[in-house]
């Protein structure tokens, strides 16, 4: 194969079906990566912070794996007397390898964002999110071959690529957007909803390792975000979540929830609690779910089953991700009859 074609078709592995869009990554959890997904979701739970780190390895079946890590924080600070209007102060960094070239992402994204209570008997919240991020994109020559280093019949690796190979690093930068809206229904407020609209890279920033050819660019990503928790009884609740992507030719929808058995400590305090259920990703992946809580800790494990395509290949093995988070108060004092976004 020629430099040239092994070029393009490298470009093109790292892009999305269209040669104008390169595709984000995503998650199976997406729910805990809020500053990916919408930065006017951050802030919405009910502690003062959250903290945590998700990691994700995916189509080590049929070839090189996907590896993603992230870890991310969120915190909210009342800004009005009567601690009911928050601001939300949140960052993720994540780093995403891939393929045999080892194609590295690194991002760094912190996110703001405005609780404005409504003043309702429902609790009602409409958030406003701001997301800055910076991007960086590599690989490693040194684990690609070209035909001029085959000479002879042997491979002869200090001849080099006899080519002039594009860029191996590319930084940019990025910039998002989003709104949502939080409240809740029942006579005792058990049922508790969000709606969000986001998008992300604005700045529709070069994704190309060519210096020549511009062409390749982060197309605008547009999410589509609700979420639903229903509280039954002191011990049982459910929770829903769905999710709309649209990224240049790229849709994906996934959709799902799982159920929750926590009781109550002895000091009326949360203790340890099971949840189970399962997610859908159209046409891609059926995701059972299992997430284990303690207190104000918690450990999720997700896997795909590959349900694409690609199943004859994967035998349906798609993607193990684990996540770890905690949330808490920053007082002892906390009143918990206060208003303030949560889910």
Request: overall charge neutral.
């Amino acid at each position: 194969m020629k430099m040239k074609n092994m070029v393009l078709l490298f470009l093109l592995l790292v892009s999305t079906s269209r040669p104008t869009a390169a595709q984000d990554i995503h998650f199976s959890q997406f729910y805990e990566t809020t500053v990916l997904r919408n930065p006017a979701l951050s802030g919405i739970f009910s502690e003062d912070f959250k903290a945590g780190v998700v990691y994700r390895n995916q189509w080590s079946s049929i070839g090189y794996p996907y590896k993603t890590m992230v870890a991310s924080a969120e915190t909210r600070y009342a800004i009005n007397h009567s601690q009911t209007d928050f601001l939300t102060v949140s960052a993720l960094f994540y780093s995403d390898k891939a393929g045999q070239a080892a194609l590295k992402t690194t991002g760094f994204y912190p996110a703001i964002n405005y609780n404005k209570f409504l003043e309702d008997e429902h609790n009602s919240y409409l958030s406003l999110g701001f997301v800055g991020g910076f991007l960086q994109r590599s690989y490693d020559l040194d684990k690609l071959t070209f035909d001029n280093q085959y000479q002879g019949g042997l491979f002869v690796p200090s001849a080099g690529a006899g080519e002039q190979l594009p860029l191996a690093k590319l930084s940019v930068w990025d910039l998002g957007a989003g709104v949502s809206f939080n409240s809740s229904l029942g006579s005792d407020n058990q049922l508790v909803y969000f709606a969000g609209l986001s998008a992300y890279h604005f700045t529709q920033a070069r994704a190309s390792f060519s210096e020549t050819d511009p062409a390749l660019t982060m197309a605008t990503r547009w999410n589509l975000s609700a979420g639903m928790n229903l509280v039954l009884d002191d011990t049982w609740s459910v929770q829903l979540h769905g999710n709309f992507a649209l990224q240049g030719a790229y849709k994906e929808t996934v959709a799902g929830g799982f159920l929750r058995w926590g009781p109550l400590d002895q000091s009326n305090q949360k203790g340890f609690a099971l949840n189970g259920g399962a997610f859908y990703r159209l046409g891609d992946a059926l995701i059972p779910f299992l997430k284990l809580e303690y207190r104000r800790q918690s450990l999720g494990l997700s896997y795909d089953i590959n349900t694409s395509p690609l199943k004859v290949a994967s035998k349906m093995r798609g993607g193990l991700e684990l996540t770890a988070f905690i949330t808490g108060f920053f007082s002892k004092q906390y009143d918990d009859k206060r208003a303030c976004p949560r889910f």
